[in-house]
């Protein structure tokens, strides 16, 4: 009998990057399996990513004139990688380029699986003071190991009656099974990839469209921001592509309460989704127990329940335990950064 799922385990699934500080063993044990990417600038260098050694390995199998334009520098001693140390002056769009020459080429060579997931959407890549240093098609972002960011939606309506002791009831979507990450798993009912230079509640407005048929203008005039969720997620077979690999991630989390007569109801639109069903707050405890739910939707979900009251420190033991975990510190530098 498969164990049920609590809401540590839960988060535990997602932030399931070793804290150095808290078991610096076993993050030991992990970075063997790993370089730390570095952007190099005028002050020295600060971490931006995390990557495996065969990402490593390909960076220093690519034709010796492109790792020329791309400044690569490879430190073993210290087990770090730098990108366009020996050329400071290459713009952004320059680098962005070279960029996607690389992981163009490495999607023709079918380096890695993941690159089969190529979407032609460009995801930002930041340096120290936040500022854009380039940016990397959204399917490779994974092999830098560098931050992602992206949006969630939970849609609810309110409604008293016998079915739930809670007032809430919250729509719930289900994932195609034709999709390449998490297929026929539970999800928010809208979630989405920011890409570069996108605002957050406009990704959540296009997404909305998108995923769930949702009006632009009964979402631009009802959805609240919320919070930021943050995470370090270590990948496995269900994300598309490679196993392990390193996904610092930020996603900002909006509320969207609707018509409770029914006159707007989410449904699905772009073939990301299959279905969208009503459910309460006891029907999704159950889901989540079961895990039934894509990792990181779970996580945005059970803060939705803990910011509604419906899990507090007197009914939840490990209420502070996901706080925690749920707002993790990335030091990698970005938007999420204060």
């Known amino acids: 009998m498969t164990p049920r799922l609590s809401t540590l385990d839960l988060v535990a699934k997602v932030d399931a990057f070793p804290y150095a500080d808290r078991d610096p063993e076993a993050y030991a044990q992990i970075m063997k399996s790993f370089y730390t990417f570095v952007w190099e600038d005028q002050q020295g260098q600060i971490p931006i990513g995390y990557m495996k050694l065969d990402v490593v390995d390909a960076l220093n199998q690519a034709p010796a004139n492109l790792k020329g334009q791309l400044g690569l520098h490879i430190d073993v001693s210290n087990r770090t990688v730098v990108l366009f140390r020996d050329a400071p002056d290459k713009t952004y769009e320059e680098r962005t380029r070279l960029v996607g020459e690389l992981t163009a080429l490495w999607r023709e060579q079918n380096a890695f699986p993941i690159l089969k997931s190529w979407r032609n959407e460009l995801w930002p890549v930041y340096g120290r003071n936040k500022e854009l240093v380039f940016s990397m098609e959204r399917a490779a972002v994974g ?13 609810f309506i309110r409604r008293q009656d016998a079915s739930s002791k809670y007032d809430v009831r919250i729509w719930v979507p289900t994932r195609s099974p034709t999709k390449s990450t998490y297929p026929s798993m539970l999800d928010n009912a809208v979630a989405g990839g920011l890409m570069t230079n996108e605002d957050p509640f406009e990704c959540v407005i296009r997404e909305a469209d998108e995923e769930a048929s949702l009006p632009e203008h009964v979402v631009r005039k009802n959805a609240k921001e919320v ?7 270590i990948t496995d077979e269900r994300a598309g592509g490679e ?4 996904y610092p991630e930020c996603q900002w989390v909006y509320d969207l309460e609707l018509p409770a007569d029914g006159s707007v109801v989410p449904e ?21 127990a079961q895990g039934l739910w894509k990792p990181n939707c779970a996580v945005v979900m059970l803060d939705f329940f803990l910011r509604h009251g419906i899990y507090t420190p007197e009914n939840e033991p490990h209420y502070d335990a996901f706080r925690d975990r ?6 990698f530098p970005g938007p999420h950064q204060a």
């Open 268 to 288: 699905p639109k772009d073939g990301e989704v299959e279905s969208f069903s009503l459910r309460t707050v006891e029907e999704i405890q159950e889901q989540l």
């Open 243 to 246: 196993a392990g690999l390193i």
């Open 143 to 155: 092999l830098f190991g560098t931050t992602r960011y992206g949006v969630h939606m939970n849609a």
């Open 326 to 331: 749920a707002h993790r510190h990335i030091a």
């Open 227 to 233: 919070c930021t969720i943050t995470y370090i997620y």
